[in-house]
């Protein structure tokens, strides 16, 4: 029987090329890296060549593979999936069932939740993607900005300071969304 990897944190003994993690027990494969600083939750894992370095948790049923880079106080948790070449730090949080992937930066305090998408794209300060929104293709949050409900922004767009993009708008080709706008559909 061939087990997929979102299936191997059921065995109770990590399978051929992988380990449990000392610190939490959850599954490192051999390829990655995870400082025994970090938390790896006994249900979560960290594959390909993933980094989890400092005091970094992955909780829950959370998934870390590709390239991903996740450091400082980052907190990873719930189903999140982080894949690719992307970077989370400092006290940034992605929960639920967000999925970061591409070249993406988030940073600061930065917080994705819910079924939110993210790739390529930077999040960064205190700003906040939520809902079942979509950041993407060189697009940027930061600030106290918010994108959450169904909103998309993209193509190099910026959504900053206390802007909030929501409902089903869409936010595309450089636009720059600023101070305390509010943009809904």
């Known amino acids: ?53 400092g005091d970094a948790q992955i909780l829950d049923s959370a998934r870390i593979s590709g390239s991903a880079w996740i450091s400082g106080s980052a907190r990873v948790s719930g189903r999140a999936k982080v894949s690719g070449e992307v970077w989370v730090n400092e006290k940034s949080q992605i929960s639920d069932g967000a999925h970061i992937c591409g070249d993406t930066v988030i940073f600061g305090s930065a917080r994705v939740s819910g079924s939110a998408r993210v790739s390529g794209a930077a999040i960064y300060g205190s700003a906040r993607v939520y809902g079942s929104a979509e950041v993407s293709d060189g697009a940027s949050v930061f600030g106290a900005a918010q994108v959450f409900e169904m909103a998309r922004v993209s193509g190099s767009s910026q959504v900053r300071g206390e802007a909030q993009v929501r409902g089903q708008a869409w936010v595309l080709d450089s636009a720059d969304v600023s101070g305390d706008t509010e943009i809904r559909n």
């Open 1 to 53: 029987m061939r087990l997929e990897k979102t299936d191997l944190t059921k065995l109770s003994v990590a399978p051929t090329g992988w380990s449990r993690h000392p610190n939490g027990g959850g599954l490192v494969e051999d390829t990655a890296t995870a400082a025994p600083t970090a938390f790896v939750g006994p249900d979560a894992q960290v594959s390909e060549e993933a980094q989890v370095y």
